[in-house]
């Protein structure tokens, strides 16, 4: 079983938090600092597993860790799963490794983002945990096929745009008009004033 | 209207996206929680508006906030709502919302049964992905309960899709809702055999983590699983499978025959290092699960060895580790194999990463020999010099003390050189070891009488040094060595080449920094110091030189008088005295040296730590009981700290001049009780009788035994005990003797006379201990130190076991199987965590299935006895073995098939602690009520765990006339605290109608509930059964009066308890305690527990030999453990409770019952 999925970046600045198990929200906080100070500690050059942390598991839970760029892929894992599949799992660098299996969560993450980059990952969080989804259920490997999960994934996201995704249109034209032209300060003024205003008019109706 | 519109879409624009909210958060590096709350606030606005595209909107920056660390649970019902959206966009966003922060303890939880049964059987095939993969995250028993079946409907579905999401997630039901696995099985085995690789690999994923909990109930799966490891071309599912089938093999050793040649010919053959690596794993734990069994499998150890090999080789440092790894687990069962590969391990040792070096010296443990030994430990000790962190330095100190020490100093050749790699070791600064170097030090230069004049020059140098002083500030620095320094320079001072130099280095105001216990030692071993040069000096004829000394002494030891450590204070007030004395007398030119020497005549050995619990009691003795009501409180002191145990050590023998003839002996025995009673370390710095036999030969050894055993009596001058004393000690000695002569006869004819320092004196009686350890210096080390340990090991025979401290060894040994067992357990947690309240919350449906998994996991607890039983003390051995041998064979014998019944017979003994064989005498729970000549009542009252504060009490009534017995009606006068449950619109004085009649002779149950307020007191209720009795001759209205006695034993529920919950609780320290103890009980344990367990309620949690814990929960949920403990005739019971009232209460009731056996 996989007991939780942490990507956090070279600050420690979580990117994805995904636990199996049930943890207080201070508690998953608490885990991802610690981990992150764990992984931190590391060579670039060493191995890539840990003996687990305090605060999941205990003696049968490892961390299995990769490095990318700018961010730390972190899986913690029971006894059951094999070190070197999870490894594969999240992405193999080293030729040695001929597991025949594909090298699943980053390189999806490649297909699906083009390349991936930290800020990919910060603005769509949801669509990684959407990726991660098909990768991993509940804590079980569901799939290790690329180009199925990439199939799935485009299935659903064509499903999405069919159904005019998330903001209809006018919101996104605002949205646009607001990233370009308008300064930080009078979009919050602007909001401000009609939160003010709008309950006023709503009393005359 | 319009307005509300236009407001509506003004709103929307502005509203922000999530990638709005983190550009947001991110350019507010500064005030980022007032942002966030800021957002929140407005995300809660969006919450409130109609609109399905604002609530997503909001609930998605809400699952970014969730992983920033703000609870987002306060918006669970906008969760749901968003998740019910028609549309994949929004609903996909509600399930992750809902994936991500639900649990078990969300209340709105149950709402979402519908919805999801909805989405599950959705035309659009991701409708129903989403569902699922939402579902796995946040399934609670009551959802599983409620959708197990729709999911199960779903393995069978035409989209492969669907059908792996729905194989995968029955994991998480099974859990949460074990009664479907049963149910479920058979389909998902079906899945095995899937076309579509995803669905297969998802069935083989379910069934292994579900057979790693539960090995035992998967082994008739083991033909299918070895059919698809050689179908199937999925690296990912044949890993699985492989690893299944590592937890498999210890169960059934022929599998593991079978498994070795598919294991080689994929190891061969596969390119992909994970899969090799898991093959080679899997084929280990054939091997050790076959290693009595097979003796042709050396070839393919030798090829796991040679794979090995390759991954250690590689450049990658994930397959080195794990390839360190893998080579651990040989190394246990086949040292040999792994030892050629000595080279590669030593290389691991120069490697850049830790976590490989750290693996690598796990393995060095197993390489020495005695060759090698001083060359690997030079190399690590370039490793120390090396090291920069702080924990790899002070780990591989660890690793070099425990190689070179390990069963008993075996591959030392040279001792000289094991004392100065010690003192190089000295030179850590900021270790946290430092103990562990001076434990060695003192243990290699007590026990091996040669090297003590080396050991003395370096010690002495050691003081002389500065560097150790400076570290002194930390606790258990290195500073602790001069501890050990002190007391060798001390105690062995006759080899010091300088002693007055010495001892000036140990008087250096700079000694009073150091730790309060070292400082001690230093005062002590001055002492003995100061004696050796004043004999000295005196032989010499030097008195001005004598007297310089102690002028010395006399300016330095203040110091140490007003030092703030009262050990130090008191020993150097004392001193400082003495040698003040002294002084007067060389003023007066008396000769003092031989006096002060006799202080610390005499010569210490070292005893085992074990050795003072090994002196056997004589025969009617009994120690527990007080000869003399005690008076003063000298045992209160016997858990004296053993680090100053070897200087109190010799205080005693001062007293003993050589030779003694009986008459002196006697007025010394009055004497020395005397002085014995105000000598609070006496009883445990004696060492054991016969330690000291060998080195004091003559008649005076016998005195000092005398002493041994007749001050923790405190017998004053009884003769008996003395004489019992001397009996046994030349018992004893005779025997010690014998064994001796035996013994080295051996060894000679084994050595052929290579021994060199067969030096010592004679062959006779000193010949002990020692004698070997300084055998051990000689370069060629006797090959039978290790018979002789285990020599030691004999049951029969106690007195050999003091010589040799076999800790180490033995630690690793019992350490392996608890630690495995405890993983197991751990790994159990998710039902395991309170088994009480689980079995509270199982309504009646599940209670079948429920038992069926508790029988599982007794069988485990039984294990885990059984192991544990194992290293326990030795006098029982034989007996338990036997037991444990039967046992095992009874579980081993079993075909997989009957385990149902195995369970059932396992589980007995432990869970109601009922009688193994013992038959126990026919009891009825029910006792009488009333009677009288019309009918007679008894009653049983139980309560339930499922209705709280609940008790239902249960009348038999018996028609003992002729008449017909009709319209019985009872009446119970409640009480503040009890009250009877009465059909509702019923007052408080109506009775309850008894819902039959009864025919002469016949006799029917009546079942009457009582609600109860608290149940930490018992209490009787008044009450009246009123009744027609009819006859031929007519009829006439009767009633009975009764007292209704409830105790507070019937408000316990027997519930099971496994020992680590019970421990837990124990050790949550919310319990209050008390304890009664009844005497004259002459019932057997075995009854005496079914006894409590039948009246009281209780249920065994552990037995052992005739001590019992046990566990019982009233109806309110209070906690009640016992441990009872059986002695002659009596039994005490210590009871602990969370209510302190209703525990002394209990231990009332059972105080009367007991008291009635």
Same mark, same amino acid.
Request: hydrophobic content about 35%.
């Given at each position: 079983m996989i007991q939780a999925i942490l990507v956090f970046n070279n600050h420690g600045k979580p990117r994805l938090v995904r636990f199996y198990q049930r943890f207080p929200e201070e508690i998953q906080q608490q885990i991802v600092r610690e981990t992150f100070h764990l992984v931190l500690k590391r060579d670039d050059n060493i191995c890539n597993f840990l003996e687990g942390g305090s605060l999941i598991g205990g003696s049968d839970y490892k961390l299995i860790?990769?490095?990318?760029?700018?961010?730390? =892929?972190? =899986?913690?894992?029971?006894?059951?799963?094999?070190?070197?599949?999870?490894?594969?799992?999240?992405?193999?660098?080293?030729p040695v490794v001929f597991f025949t299996a594909p090298k699943v969560f980053v390189e999806t993450l490649d297909k699906c983002f083009e390349n991936v980059c930290e800020l990919d990952l910060i603005f769509h969080m949801d669509k990684v945990h959407y990726i991660l989804q098909e990768v991993v259920m509940g804590g079980m490997v569901l799939e290790t096929n690329m180009n199925e999960i990439v199939a799935q994934i485009e299935a659903q996201n064509r499903l999405e745009k069919s159904e005019g995704g998330l903001s209809a249109a006018p919101a996104r034209a605002v949205s646009a008009v607001k990233n370009i032209n308008l300064p930080e300060i009078p979009r919050n003024i602007n909001i401000g004033d009609l939160n003010i205003k709008v309950p006023n008019l709503s009393q005359f109706v | 209207m319009a307005l509300k519109m236009v407001k509506g879409s003004i709103d929307r624009m502005f509203d922000k996206n999530l990638q709005d909210l983190v550009r947001g958060i991110r350019n507010h590096k500064e005030d980022e929680a007032k942002y966030i709350s800021q957002c929140i606030d407005e995300i809660k606005q969006e919450l409130k508006q109609d609109n399905i595209a604002v609530k997503a909107n909001a609930v998605c920056k809400l699952t970014y906030l969730q992983m920033l660390g703000y609870d987002i649970s306060w918006a669970a019902f906008n969760i749901i709502e968003v998740m019910s959206a028609s549309k994949f966009t929004f609903k996909r966003i509600g399930y992750l919302a809902a994936s991500q922060s639900f649990h078990e303890g969300t209340d709105v939880i149950m709402l979402t049964t519908n919805q999801i049964r909805k989405d599950l059987s959705s035309p659009s095939q991701y409708d129903t992905g989403v569902a699922l993969t939402g579902l796995s995250c946040f399934v609670t028993p009551d959802l599983a309960r409620d959708l197990a079946n729709d999911i199960m409907t779903l393995m069978s579905h035409t989209k492969p899709y669907i059908r792996k999401k729905a194989v995968l997630i029955m994991y998480k039901v099974f859990l949460k809702y074990p009664e479907s696995l049963r149910p479920a099985f058979p389909r998902l085995k079906e899945k095995l055999e899937d076309p579509d690789p995803g669905v297969q690999s998802a069935a083989v994923n379910v069934i292994c983590e579900l057979a790693r909990r539960n090995p035992k109930n998967y082994l008739s799966l083991a033909p299918l699983f070895f059919k698809l490891m050689t179908s199937s071309t999925n690296n990912w599912v044949l890993i699985k499978i492989i690893k299944l089938f590592g937890a498999l093999t210890p169960l059934e050793p022929r599998l593991g025959k079978k498994l070795i040649e598919p294991l080689t010919n994929l190891i061969h053959s596969t390119s992909a290092m994970s899969l090799l690596y898991e093959c080679v794993n899997t084929v280990i734990a054939v091997l050790i699960s076959l290693s009595s069994g097979m003796p042709n499998h050396s070839a393919s150890i030798q090829l796991c060895v040679? @794979?090995?090999? +390759? /991954?250690?080789?590689?450049?990658?440092?994930?397959? @080195?580790?794990? $390839?360190?790894? %893998?080579? #651990?687990?040989?190394?246990?069962?086949?040292?040999k194999s792994v030892q050629s590969h000595k080279d590669l391990i030593l290389q691991c040792l120069d490697d850049k990463d830790e976590s490989i070096r750290l693996r690598a010296l796990d393995l060095l443990y197993g390489m020495v020999s005695k060759k090698n030994l001083m060359e690997i430990v030079k190399k690590l000790m370039t490793h120390v010099d090396k090291a920069e962190g702080t924990t790899y330095r002070d780990e591989l100190l660890t690793k070099i003390i425990d190689i070179c020490s390990q069963s008993n100093y075996q591959y030392i050749t040279n001792f000289e050189w094991y004392i100065s790699i010690l003192v190089e070791l000295t030179r850590l600064e900021g270790t946290r070891h430092g103990h562990l170097i001076a434990a060695q030090m003192l243990d290699v230069a007590i026990r091996v009488k040669a090297i003590r004049k080396f050991a003395v020059s370096q010690m002495s140098s050691l003081l002389d040094s500065a560097h150790l002083l400076a570290s002194s500030t930390q606790r258990n620095g290195i500073c602790e060595v001069l501890y050990a320094a002190a007391w060798i320079c001390g105690e062995f001072s006759e080899h010091l080449q300088e002693p007055h130099h010495t001892l000036e280095a140990m008087l250096r105001p700079k000694v009073t920094t150091?730790?309060?216990? +070292?400082?001690a030692v230093y005062v002590q071993n001055?002492?003995?110091?100061?004696? #050796?040069?004043?004999?000295?000096k005196e032989q010499a004829g030097e008195a001005e030189g004598a007297q310089a000394v102690t002028q010395l002494m006399v300016d330095r030891l203040p110091q140490f008088v007003q030092s703030a450590d009262l050990e130090v204070q008191e020993r150097a007030s004392c001193i400082l005295q003495l040698v003040k004395h002294i002084q007067k007398l060389q003023a007066k030119d008396v000769p003092v040296a031989e006096e002060v020497s006799a202080l610390f005549a005499g010569e210490l050995n070292p005893v085992a730590p074990k050795a003072q619990k090994k002196v056997p009691v004589p025969e009617g003795l009994d120690l527990d009981a007080w000869i003399n009501e005690p008076l003063s409180d000298s045992e209160s002191e016997d858990e004296r700290p053993r680090a100053v145990f070897h200087e109190e050590e010799q205080r005693r023998p001062k007293h003993r001049p050589s030779e003694a003839d009986e008459e002196e002996l006697a007025r010394r025995r009055e004497a020395r009780k005397q002085e014995q009673a105000n000598n609070p370390f006496y009883i445990k710095s004696s060492p054991s009788p016969q330690k000291r036999y060998q080195d004091t030969p003559g008649v005076e050894h016998i005195p000092v035994v005398q002493i041994d055993l007749s001050v923790p009596l405190k017998v004053p001058g009884l003769p008996m005990s003395d004489q019992y004393v001397k009996l046994e000690e030349e018992r004893r000695h005779q025997q010690k003797l014998e064994k001796d002569k035996r013994r080295k006869k051996r060894k000679e004819k084994e050595k052929k006379g290579k021994r060199r320092h067969g030096s010592l004196p004679t062959e006779s009686d000193e010949d002990i201990a020692p004698a070997q350890q300084v055998d051990i210096v000689t370069e060629e080390m006797p090959e039978n130190a290790l018979p002789s340990d285990e020599d030691d090991k004999d049951p029969n025979d106690p007195y050999r076991a003091l010589d040799i401290d076999l800790d180490k060894p033995l630690a690793d040994s019992e350490k392996l199987p608890i630690q495995k067992h405890r993983n197991a357990e751990t790994s159990k947690s998710p039902e395991k965590e309170d088994v009480p309240v689980a079995e509270k919350k199982s309504k009646k449906p599940k209670k079948k299935e429920k038992k069926h998994k508790e029988k599982g996991r007794d069988k485990e607890k039984k294990k885990e006895k059984e192991k544990k039983k194992s290293p326990k003390p030795r006098k029982k051995k034989h007996k338990k073995e036997k037991e444990e041998r039967t046992k095992g064979k009874k579980s081993k014998k079993q075909p997989p098939g009957s385990e149902e019944a195995a369970g059932e017979a396992a589980r007995e003994p432990v869970q109601n602690g009922a009688p193994e064989e013992e038959p126990l005498p026919p009891e009825s729970s029910y006792s009488l009520l009333a009677e009288n000549s019309y009918i007679k009542m008894t009653c049983d009252v139980r309560g339930s765990l499922q209705e709280d504060s609940q008790v239902t009490v249960a009348i038999v009534l018996e028609n003992r006339s002729n008449s017909v017995l009709k319209g019985m009606e009872l009446s119970v006068l409640d009480s503040l605290n009890a009250r009877m449950a009465r059909p509702q619109g019923s007052s408080v004085h109506d009775g309850v109608p008894v819902p039959f009649q009864l025919p002469p002779g016949v006799s029917n149950e009546a079942q009457f509930v009582f609600t109860i307020q608290s149940v930490v007191t018992a209490q009787k209720l008044k009450g009246t059964l009123s009744f027609i009795a009819k006859n031929d001759e007519g009829a006439t209205q009767e009633k009975l009066d009764f007292r209704l006695h409830f105790s507070c034993s019937s408000y316990l529920v027997t519930t099971p308890c496994y020992s680590d919950a019970f421990a837990k609780l124990l050790e949550s320290g919310d319990l209050s305690?008390? #304890?009664? @103890?009844?005497? $004259? +009980?002459?019932?057997?344990?075995?009854?005496?527990? %079914?006894?409590? *367990?039948?009246?009281?309620?209780?249920?065994?949690?552990?037995?052992?030999?005739?001590? %019992?814990?046990?566990?019982?929960?009233?109806?309110?949920?209070?906690?009640?453990?016992?441990?009872?403990?059986? $002695?002659?005739?009596?039994?005490?019971?210590? $009871?602990? *409770?969370?209510?302190?009232? /209703?525990?002394?209460?209990?231990?009332?009731?059972?105080?009367?019952?007991?008291? @009635? *056996?």
């Amino acid at each position: 079983m996989i007991q939780a999925i942490l990507v956090f970046n070279n600050h420690g600045k979580p990117r994805l938090v995904r636990f199996y198990q049930r943890f207080p929200e201070e508690i998953q906080q608490q885990i991802v600092r610690e981990t992150f100070h764990l992984v931190l500690k590391r060579d670039d050059n060493i191995c890539n597993f840990l003996e687990g942390g305090s605060l999941i598991g205990g003696s049968d839970y490892k961390l299995i860790y990769r490095h990318y760029a700018t961010l730390y =892929f972190v =899986f913690c894992v029971d006894s059951s799963e094999s070190e070197l599949g999870i490894l594969d799992l999240i992405q193999v660098h080293l030729p040695v490794v001929f597991f025949t299996a594909p090298k699943v969560f980053v390189e999806t993450l490649d297909k699906c983002f083009e390349n991936v980059c930290e800020l990919d990952l910060i603005f769509h969080m949801d669509k990684v945990h959407y990726i991660l989804q098909e990768v991993v259920m509940g804590g079980m490997v569901l799939e290790t096929n690329m180009n199925e999960i990439v199939a799935q994934i485009e299935a659903q996201n064509r499903l999405e745009k069919s159904e005019g995704g998330l903001s209809a249109a006018p919101a996104r034209a605002v949205s646009a008009v607001k990233n370009i032209n308008l300064p930080e300060i009078p979009r919050n003024i602007n909001i401000g004033d009609l939160n003010i205003k709008v309950p006023n008019l709503s009393q005359f109706v | 209207m319009a307005l509300k519109m236009v407001k509506g879409s003004i709103d929307r624009m502005f509203d922000k996206n999530l990638q709005d909210l983190v550009r947001g958060i991110r350019n507010h590096k500064e005030d980022e929680a007032k942002y966030i709350s800021q957002c929140i606030d407005e995300i809660k606005q969006e919450l409130k508006q109609d609109n399905i595209a604002v609530k997503a909107n909001a609930v998605c920056k809400l699952t970014y906030l969730q992983m920033l660390g703000y609870d987002i649970s306060w918006a669970a019902f906008n969760i749901i709502e968003v998740m019910s959206a028609s549309k994949f966009t929004f609903k996909r966003i509600g399930y992750l919302a809902a994936s991500q922060s639900f649990h078990e303890g969300t209340d709105v939880i149950m709402l979402t049964t519908n919805q999801i049964r909805k989405d599950l059987s959705s035309p659009s095939q991701y409708d129903t992905g989403v569902a699922l993969t939402g579902l796995s995250c946040f399934v609670t028993p009551d959802l599983a309960r409620d959708l197990a079946n729709d999911i199960m409907t779903l393995m069978s579905h035409t989209k492969p899709y669907i059908r792996k999401k729905a194989v995968l997630i029955m994991y998480k039901v099974f859990l949460k809702y074990p009664e479907s696995l049963r149910p479920a099985f058979p389909r998902l085995k079906e899945k095995l055999e899937d076309p579509d690789p995803g669905v297969q690999s998802a069935a083989v994923n379910v069934i292994c983590e579900l057979a790693r909990r539960n090995p035992k109930n998967y082994l008739s799966l083991a033909p299918l699983f070895f059919k698809l490891m050689t179908s199937s071309t999925n690296n990912w599912v044949l890993i699985k499978i492989i690893k299944l089938f590592g937890a498999l093999t210890p169960l059934e050793p022929r599998l593991g025959k079978k498994l070795i040649e598919p294991l080689t010919n994929l190891i061969h053959s596969t390119s992909a290092m994970s899969l090799l690596y898991e093959c080679v794993n899997t084929v280990i734990a054939v091997l050790i699960s076959l290693s009595s069994g097979m003796p042709n499998h050396s070839a393919s150890i030798q090829l796991c060895v040679q @794979k090995l090999r +390759i /991954l250690i080789e590689d450049s990658d440092q994930n397959l @080195k580790y794990l $390839g360190l790894l %893998a080579m #651990s687990k040989i190394l246990k069962t086949h040292p040999k194999s792994v030892q050629s590969h000595k080279d590669l391990i030593l290389q691991c040792l120069d490697d850049k990463d830790e976590s490989i070096r750290l693996r690598a010296l796990d393995l060095l443990y197993g390489m020495v020999s005695k060759k090698n030994l001083m060359e690997i430990v030079k190399k690590l000790m370039t490793h120390v010099d090396k090291a920069e962190g702080t924990t790899y330095r002070d780990e591989l100190l660890t690793k070099i003390i425990d190689i070179c020490s390990q069963s008993n100093y075996q591959y030392i050749t040279n001792f000289e050189w094991y004392i100065s790699i010690l003192v190089e070791l000295t030179r850590l600064e900021g270790t946290r070891h430092g103990h562990l170097i001076a434990a060695q030090m003192l243990d290699v230069a007590i026990r091996v009488k040669a090297i003590r004049k080396f050991a003395v020059s370096q010690m002495s140098s050691l003081l002389d040094s500065a560097h150790l002083l400076a570290s002194s500030t930390q606790r258990n620095g290195i500073c602790e060595v001069l501890y050990a320094a002190a007391w060798i320079c001390g105690e062995f001072s006759e080899h010091l080449q300088e002693p007055h130099h010495t001892l000036e280095a140990m008087l250096r105001p700079k000694v009073t920094t150091l730790p309060g216990h +070292i400082q001690a030692v230093y005062v002590q071993n001055v002492v003995k110091l100061y004696a #050796s040069i004043l004999q000295q000096k005196e032989q010499a004829g030097e008195a001005e030189g004598a007297q310089a000394v102690t002028q010395l002494m006399v300016d330095r030891l203040p110091q140490f008088v007003q030092s703030a450590d009262l050990e130090v204070q008191e020993r150097a007030s004392c001193i400082l005295q003495l040698v003040k004395h002294i002084q007067k007398l060389q003023a007066k030119d008396v000769p003092v040296a031989e006096e002060v020497s006799a202080l610390f005549a005499g010569e210490l050995n070292p005893v085992a730590p074990k050795a003072q619990k090994k002196v056997p009691v004589p025969e009617g003795l009994d120690l527990d009981a007080w000869i003399n009501e005690p008076l003063s409180d000298s045992e209160s002191e016997d858990e004296r700290p053993r680090a100053v145990f070897h200087e109190e050590e010799q205080r005693r023998p001062k007293h003993r001049p050589s030779e003694a003839d009986e008459e002196e002996l006697a007025r010394r025995r009055e004497a020395r009780k005397q002085e014995q009673a105000n000598n609070p370390f006496y009883i445990k710095s004696s060492p054991s009788p016969q330690k000291r036999y060998q080195d004091t030969p003559g008649v005076e050894h016998i005195p000092v035994v005398q002493i041994d055993l007749s001050v923790p009596l405190k017998v004053p001058g009884l003769p008996m005990s003395d004489q019992y004393v001397k009996l046994e000690e030349e018992r004893r000695h005779q025997q010690k003797l014998e064994k001796d002569k035996r013994r080295k006869k051996r060894k000679e004819k084994e050595k052929k006379g290579k021994r060199r320092h067969g030096s010592l004196p004679t062959e006779s009686d000193e010949d002990i201990a020692p004698a070997q350890q300084v055998d051990i210096v000689t370069e060629e080390m006797p090959e039978n130190a290790l018979p002789s340990d285990e020599d030691d090991k004999d049951p029969n025979d106690p007195y050999r076991a003091l010589d040799i401290d076999l800790d180490k060894p033995l630690a690793d040994s019992e350490k392996l199987p608890i630690q495995k067992h405890r993983n197991a357990e751990t790994s159990k947690s998710p039902e395991k965590e309170d088994v009480p309240v689980a079995e509270k919350k199982s309504k009646k449906p599940k209670k079948k299935e429920k038992k069926h998994k508790e029988k599982g996991r007794d069988k485990e607890k039984k294990k885990e006895k059984e192991k544990k039983k194992s290293p326990k003390p030795r006098k029982k051995k034989h007996k338990k073995e036997k037991e444990e041998r039967t046992k095992g064979k009874k579980s081993k014998k079993q075909p997989p098939g009957s385990e149902e019944a195995a369970g059932e017979a396992a589980r007995e003994p432990v869970q109601n602690g009922a009688p193994e064989e013992e038959p126990l005498p026919p009891e009825s729970s029910y006792s009488l009520l009333a009677e009288n000549s019309y009918i007679k009542m008894t009653c049983d009252v139980r309560g339930s765990l499922q209705e709280d504060s609940q008790v239902t009490v249960a009348i038999v009534l018996e028609n003992r006339s002729n008449s017909v017995l009709k319209g019985m009606e009872l009446s119970v006068l409640d009480s503040l605290n009890a009250r009877m449950a009465r059909p509702q619109g019923s007052s408080v004085h109506d009775g309850v109608p008894v819902p039959f009649q009864l025919p002469p002779g016949v006799s029917n149950e009546a079942q009457f509930v009582f609600t109860i307020q608290s149940v930490v007191t018992a209490q009787k209720l008044k009450g009246t059964l009123s009744f027609i009795a009819k006859n031929d001759e007519g009829a006439t209205q009767e009633k009975l009066d009764f007292r209704l006695h409830f105790s507070c034993s019937s408000y316990l529920v027997t519930t099971p308890c496994y020992s680590d919950a019970f421990a837990k609780l124990l050790e949550s320290g919310d319990l209050s305690m008390s #304890s009664v @103890k009844v005497d $004259g +009980i002459q019932l057997s344990f075995q009854n005496l527990l %079914a006894k409590i *367990c039948f009246h009281h309620h209780f249920s065994v949690v552990e037995r052992v030999d005739s001590c %019992a814990s046990m566990y019982s929960r009233s109806i309110q949920g209070h906690h009640v453990c016992l441990l009872v403990k059986k $002695g002659e005739n009596s039994v005490s019971v210590d $009871g602990k *409770c969370s209510d302190p009232t /209703l525990l002394s209460n209990l231990l009332e009731e059972m105080k009367a019952t007991l008291a @009635k *056996c």
